[in-house]
């Protein structure tokens, strides 16, 4: 709540724990990652999500005492690692917050492992996620790996219905027209990865207009929303889920015929009663301070930029708010790259 209504350093303070919780340590630590994210706090950001992605490697290797008590019970007693599309984006926030702060190579280590997941992820049907290809490709490209870049915007491209992603550098267009000339005052570039919405509210159409001064640079492409990803990601898992609440049905049922033979008098019902109808619940548990959509500019800009103006436009290019954005902002070379998060100022 203090999140969405912009109150980012009460937020903070609020999951400021001396020791991670004993139950779902990941979820608690990829939200506070998110809030810390926001608050510009990039180093102590980016250290909750490796510690989160290294506990998600250490609960793959399954836990016979949970999986047996989620046949029992239901599957929130499992520790929460998230569907496979938020394990994706834990890297892909992770290497935010390194951009932010200039360690490319970080950056880049983040941006491999993100890659190698996600190409998991597909291969077992999941769906792919074109905004994280995109910022694996800008990231391998701060560190000349012009190869990996290479591979990386060739994929984001392949996904994006209407949007063209230059292999070579990375621009972006409409694919139905001409990459525009840049301005010729004009020989450097800002790639900005823009995060749009949230859990408490969508902005479906909106785009970001990147302005300096009295100058349009350009606009935000959204890559990817986080409901759709959802969406799909829910139907790939809708068999598996029922295949194993049947089968923990099964269990529980047994588990009531058991009583009843044993005590009589009713228990079994009773037990029927705990065990099916209040504790065969589905597992709602998700990452909620993400960004409904995931958006990039990537437009021309002055070799002196120390900041520039978001404007908010809802799909019909009716100016909806605007922000003065003056950090995060790192330069390698040529190259500018920030971000903004849109949350409301505190009231």
């Known amino acids: ?136 490709g800008l990231c391998f490209e701060m560190i000349d790996d012009s190869n990996g870049a290479t591979i990386e915007y060739r994929k984001a491209a392949a996904l994006l219905e209407g949007l063209a992603v230059e292999e070579e550098d990375g621009r972006i267009h409409p694919s139905a027209s001409a990459l525009p000339d840049p301005p010729e005052a004009f020989d450097h570039e800002l790639v900005c990865f823009v995060m749009l919405g949230g859990d408490r509210g969508h902005m479906d159409g909106a785009f970001a207009e990147i302005h300096w001064g009295d100058q349009v640079l350009g606009r935000s492409y959204p890559m990817a929303g986080t409901a759709a990803l959802a969406a799909a990601t829910a139907e790939k898992l809708a068999a598996l889920r029922a295949a194993k609440t049947a089968t923990r049905i099964v269990v529980k049922e047994s588990i009531a015929q058991g009583i009843d033979g044993a005590a009589g008098d009713g228990w079994g019902d009773l037990a029927r009663i705990v065990l099916i109808g209040l504790l065969e619940r589905p597992d709602t548990r998700h990452w909620e301070t993400l960004p409904a959509s995931f958006q990039v500019a990537r437009v021309p800009c002055p070799a002196d930029l120390t900041g520039y103006q978001v404007v908010l436009k809802a799909a019909g290019d009716h100016t909806l708010r605007s922000f003065d954005v003056c950090e995060p902002i790192m330069r390698r070379r040529r190259t500018f790259v920030s971000f903004f998060r849109d949350l409301p100022a505190p009231k």
């Open 1 to 136: 709540d203090q999140f969405y209504r912009g109150h980012i350093a009460e937020a903070e303070a609020a999951l400021e724990l001396e020791e991670l919780p004993e139950k779902d340590p990941v979820l608690f630590l990829v939200e506070r990652g998110t809030i810390r994210q926001a608050a510009g706090h990039y180093e102590s950001s980016a250290a909750d999500y490796i510690f989160a992605v290294d506990l998600l490697e250490a609960l793959e290797t399954y836990s016979l005492s949970e999986g047996a008590a989620s046949f029992v019970v239901n599957d929130t007693v499992q520790e929460f690692q998230g569907k496979p599309y938020e394990q994706i984006l834990v890297h892909s926030m992770a290497a935010l917050s390194y951009l932010a702060t200039g360690a490319w190579d970080d950056a880049a280590v983040e941006a491999r492992r993100l890659v190698a997941r996600l190409d998991r992820a597909v291969e077992a049907g999941f769906p792919d996620d074109p905004y994280s290809r995109y910022l694996a």
